[in-house]
């Protein structure tokens, strides 16, 4: 049962008369955690050619006896102690990166909810949680954006007020970048598309197949709120998008 005292605000996205414009170019760069993977692997190849080139080294130069032996010795367990550090601080930050994913995760079960249609086989997975804010008419709301498997949701609570909402991938139709402008004699943001993706962008317009645009800006974490979150979660929402549409990123 609802609580009495909590007032729901109502999400007002803006309308568009035309249709809503075709999709961006997709996003190339890799998802940040398959980059992050891919870099680790990259690094340990790496650690694990010094470490053999040491213990070569320390071969030959032992048959060869002498004070060679005993420094390529000296070279080859520094060698192991630098691998054993270089993979203890791995292991440590892949520690870090799970505590940080769980603590979203706690999150998105807490303010939206397990989502699970009738229709879908498998839980809802998160892929990654922001802090940002959305247009709810013209009035800027700050809240945490969620993108999952098949929804991006955003959950805002300040006093006894909430706004929350979900938008399935599939009503998407187009997610454009865009940068935040003032106006004159308006304390809020108006939100300009840029159709040149070379443009710095600092804000994410989501079309929706409503006749409805979604407008997404100041991208940050919770666990870096200095940071600047925008190209990352154009990558995510990105990629989320594209494939639970079956859309093609090439």
């Known amino acids: 049962m609802a609580d009495p005292s909590v007032a729901q605000i109502i999400y007002q996205p803006c309308s568009i008369i035309e249709q809503p414009p075709e999709p961006a170019a997709p996003c190339q760069e890799m998802l940040p955690w398959e980059k992050y993977e891919q870099e680790q692997r990259l690094e340990e190849a790496k650690r694990n ?21 005993i420094i390529a010795k000296a070279s080859e367990t520094a060698t192991k102690i630098s691998t054993g550090i270089g993979e203890g601080v791995e292991k440590m930050e892949q520690g870090i990166r799970e505590t940080l994913y769980q603590a979203q995760r706690s999150r998105f079960v807490k303010d939206i909810g397990i989502i699970k249609p009738e229709v879908q086989a498998e839980p809802e997975i998160l892929w990654f949680e922001y802090t940002c804010k959305v247009l709810n008419g013209n009035i800027p709301v700050p809240g945490l954006l969620y993108v999952s498997t098949n929804f991006i949701s955003f959950y805002h609570e300040l006093g006894n007020e909430i ?14 970048h865009a940068v935040t402008l003032e106006l004159k004699n308006s304390e809020h943001p108006f939100l300009q598309q840029v159709l040149n993706q070379n443009v710095k962008f600092n804000s994410l317009l989501i079309y929706t197949n409503d006749q409805k645009v979604h407008s997404f800006f100041g991208f940050g974490v919770l666990h870096d709120p200095l940071a600047d979150y925008t190209e990352h979660a154009w990558n995510v929402i990105d990629h989320a998008w594209r494939k639970a549409k079956n859309i093609n990123n090439a």
């Open 163 to 176: 706004l929350r909402f979900v938008l399935p991938l599939e009503s998407i139709v187009a997610i454009h």
């Open 49 to 69: 050619e010094k470490l053999r080139e040491a213990q070569e080294r320390s071969y030959i130069e032992a048959q060869k006896g002498g004070i060679d032996s």
